[in-house]
């Protein structure tokens, strides 16, 4: 069946493309753009062309199945010019998204319209790249340069009102989208037709603009080149003819398409993608989730009871007693509130978001509940606790979770009824933030409450990674080897500075000593004092010298650094230097570029070990758990990825 067909509607031509799932940019529908393009031209019954997409959206970008194989003609600059230069007019009709070379495609097209759920961007940039068909060279042509960089450098998408008001699309169709486009292109035929995007002109800023813009860009890529290339190829846009940037253009995203960065990222894409329906579980139905529970309202429930509620599911908050109750929900409240502060919320959002929690005490509530998830304190005679409780009061299918990061969820589960329906479900904090989801099934675990988990995931727009059950799971095993391995260093008489500065300019947003002084150095040191308590032989570290000498971090205004009172800048500690002085070997240093490599080498291996033991299923879904959970630097694809790259 030809992916691209026309129908007409009397001098107006319909072009319609067919290529599930998402419209992508196939040879066949390049080919099939390009045959249009020339018989409507010669055909002398057609006014104007409205081309418009069947399925779910518009074209939704490039085709992953040419990923890193070598270009077949049509090229797509040569048919987004083809279109542009068409003698009909031809109208872009949008809906569900039109991204990348999709949005190409569109800026081809001498109008575009849009319904007004629709989106548009260019997000090349997330793949190592620039946009290679026209993206950095029209854009600003049609919407400014300002517009334009904002666009092109984040590769952020922008709803159709936005892309109207900032002349992106020339209208927003409301109603049903072939008829509107139909009409408008009838209304813009009675008129004067506009200049081809490609000859309007474009006012270049000095070069101060490019300075700041520079500067900007640069600290929010940390490091990934593709954002500063592109702000490049839009300074030559706004500079140079359209012809020359064209070039640049083209050259840039040529050049780019082969580096480790773009090879990286399409890694983590392809991962990604592949993460949310693993293909074990593709043909098991996952259970309804019509209504949850949490157990226990601190800061990591409050979390997950903002997640469930974001996803439109009402909670029911269970805690210790009433006093436990207003306080859990006062958090949720808080969480609301803060989102209405920075902007991410009305108040009236808030409210309601609010106003689908209920606390209570009594287990009773939860007699009908689909999914309970229990974040209580780390403790395993807490969680039985609450267990045993969930086995009397709920329904027999409800699928019953633990928020545990340490404790082996199959002591949690140890005499629970219909154990089949439990599973780990490990939030990272801030809950309703952070995108990584384990989800750790013990062996009993039905497949049908495993796909359940998955499903959750996906409704709350989380990451998710099956873990096998050891301590830490995936993550904070791996970050437990890579402090290890970070106190070794300075062991070794590398300064903590050094080390610290080196994970920053490998990408990382903080080294391993600022992050366990923001997070708390007394949470690692707990769950080593526990597990010393049991009779395991935990080595002594460094931290625990610094814990029991009081510095836990920046909130004892102490931890690896100094901090003054009023505010966060991390001072190197003589105090530090005097309590470990002892443990250090003088003389046995390294070079500052070797820091980072590693460190890096060290995650990797523990990563192979996880591998090995069954822990993790695939060498990507680590890279995902490190992305996601860690903050390792996306544009280095992860330390599998990364250590892979270098052999």
């Known amino acids: 069946m030809p992916v691209v067909t026309t129908t007409y509607e009397g001098d107006i031509a319909l072009v319609s493309i067919d290529n599930p799932p998402v419209n992508a940019l196939s040879q066949a529908l390049r080919q099939g753009l390009w045959d249009a393009v020339g018989a409507l031209d010669a055909d002398p019954q057609v006014k104007a062309v409205v081309l418009i997409c069947s399925g779910r959206t518009f074209i939704a970008g490039a085709d992953v199945a040419e990923f890193g194989k070598p270009p077949m003609e049509p090229h797509l600059p040569d048919l987004v010019a083809r279109i542009e230069g068409a003698a009909k007019p031809w109208v872009a009709a949008i809906h569900g998204s039109a991204l990348g070379g999709g949005f190409e495609v569109a800026m081809g097209c001498r109008f575009r319209v849009a319904v007004p759920g629709a989106s548009v961007g260019l997000p090349e940039v997330t793949l190592g790249i620039v946009p290679g068909a026209g993206g950095t060279v029209r854009t600003p042509r049609l919407a400014g340069v300002e517009a334009a960089v904002d666009l092109v450098t984040s590769g952020k998408p922008i709803r159709a009102e936005k892309a109207r008001a900032a002349g992106l699309i020339d209208a927003v169709v409301e109603g049903d989208l072939r008829d509107g486009a139909v009409t408008f292109a009838r209304v813009a035929l009675s008129k004067p037709l506009p200049m081809p995007v490609s000859a309007r002109p474009v006012v270049a800023p000095d070069a101060a603009f490019w300075a700041a813009r520079e500067k900007a860009v640069a600290r929010t890529a940390k490091g990934a080149i ?360 003088p003389g046995r240093g390294m070079e500052r570029a070797e820091i980072a490599p590693a460190l890096i080498a060290e995650m990797a291996a523990e990563g192979q070990a996880i591998l090995t033991e069954g822990i993790a299923s695939a060498a990507a879904d680590i890279d995902l758990v490190e992305i996601h959970g860690y903050g390792f630097p996306r544009w280095r694809g992860g330390p599998m990825f990364a250590t892979r790259a270098r052999e």
């Open 226 to 585: 593709a954002p500063l290339r592109a702000l490049d190829c839009l300074r030559k846009a706004a500079e140079m003819p359209f012809d020359e940037a064209m070039a640049q253009e083209r050259a840039t995203f040529l050049d780019l398409r082969g580096s480790e960065q773009a090879a990286a990222l399409r890694h983590v894409f392809f991962a990604e993608r592949a993460a949310p329906r693993p293909a074990a579980l593709r043909q098991v139905a996952p259970l309804p989730l019509r209504s949850t529970a949490v157990i226990g309202g601190g800061t990591m429930g409050a979390g997950i009871i903002a997640a469930l509620r974001g996803a439109g599911l009402p909670v029911i908050l269970i805690e210790r007693d009433e006093e436990a109750v207003a306080r859990g929900l006062a958090n949720v409240a808080r969480t609301f509130d803060g989102a209405v502060k920075r902007g991410k919320l009305t108040a009236t959002q808030a409210q309601a978001l609010t106003d689908g929690v209920t606390g209570t005490t009594d287990y009773a509530a939860l007699s009908d509940v689909d999914l309970v998830i229990e974040a209580v304190f780390e403790e395993i005679g807490v969680k039985r606790a609450v267990f045993a409780e969930l086995g009397r009061h709920c329904r027999a299918d409800a699928v019953l979770a633990t928020n545990t990061s340490y404790l082996d969820p199959r002591l949690i589960a140890e005499g629970l009824p219909q154990a089949a329906r439990f599973l780990g479900l490990h939030f990272f904090s801030p809950a309703n933030v952070m995108k990584l989801l384990e989800i750790v099934p013990v062996p009993e675990t039905s497949d049908q409450t495993l796909a359940t988990g998955f499903a959750l995931a996906r409704l709350l727009g989380k990451m998710p990674v099956k873990a096998g059950i050891c301590e830490g799971f995936i993550g904070n095993r791996i970050l437990k080897r890579y402090r290890m391995a970070a106190e070794a260093l300075v062991r070794r008489g590398v300064a903590i500075a050094d080390i610290d500065a080196a994970m920053r300019d490998y990408g990382f947003a903080m080294g391993p000593f600022e992050a366990q002084d923001l997070g708390g150095l007394d949470i690692a040191y707990l769950q080593r004092e526990g597990a010393r308590a049991a009779g395991q032989a935990v080595p002594e570290t460094l931290g625990d010298i610094l814990v029991r000498a009081g510095r836990k971090g920046q909130k004892t205004g102490g931890g690896w650094y100094d901090y003054a009172a009023d505010d966060r800048a991390a001072r190197p500690s003589s105090v530090v230097a005097g309590l470990i002085g002892a443990w250090i070997t």
